[in-house]
Nanobody, 118 residues
Framework: QVQLVESGGGLVQAGGSQILSCTAS????????MSWYRQAPGKQRELVAD???????NYAESVKGRFTISRASGMNKIYLIMNSLKPEDTAVYYC????????????WGRGTQVTVSS
């Protein structure tokens, strides 16, 4: 089992920056990929960025050039550095992990609210 806890959300002005963190616990050695998703009111949850243990990284087009995902060694913590924030970045941001023990499984954090004021 893998448990995830996000931190770092809050209110920020447009154009500002914010850093989110996600700490994993449990069977962290089994984690293959960690991701950030977000869900705005009335919208579907969408992938923001992901990183695997080989440091392959993917970004949503809407955040390329503004957001950076990084991880600590051992896949026990990831970060999302968000720059040039826009009101449309307002959402609940969720941490997600894919992990493999006897079978492939995944875990979600509870989410952290990011609100960007115009």
């Amino acid at each position: 089992q893998v448990q995830l806890v996000e931190s770092g959300g809050g209110l920020v002005q447009a154009g500002g920056s914010q850093i989110l963190s996600c700490t994993a616990s449990g069977s962290i050695f089994s984690i293959s990929t960690m991701s950030w998703y977000r869900q705005a009111p009335g919208k579907q949850r969408e992938l923001v960025a992901d990183i695997n243990r080989y440091d392959d990284i993917n970004y949503a087009e809407s955040v390329k050039g503004r957001f950076t995902i990084s991880r600590a060694s051992g896949m026990n913590k990831i970060y999302l550095i968000m720059n040039s924030l826009k009101p449309e970045d307002t959402a609940v941001y969720y941490c997600h992990a894919v992990w493999i023990l006897e079978a492939k499984s995944d875990s979600w954090g509870r989410g952290t609210q990011v609100t960007v004021s115009s």
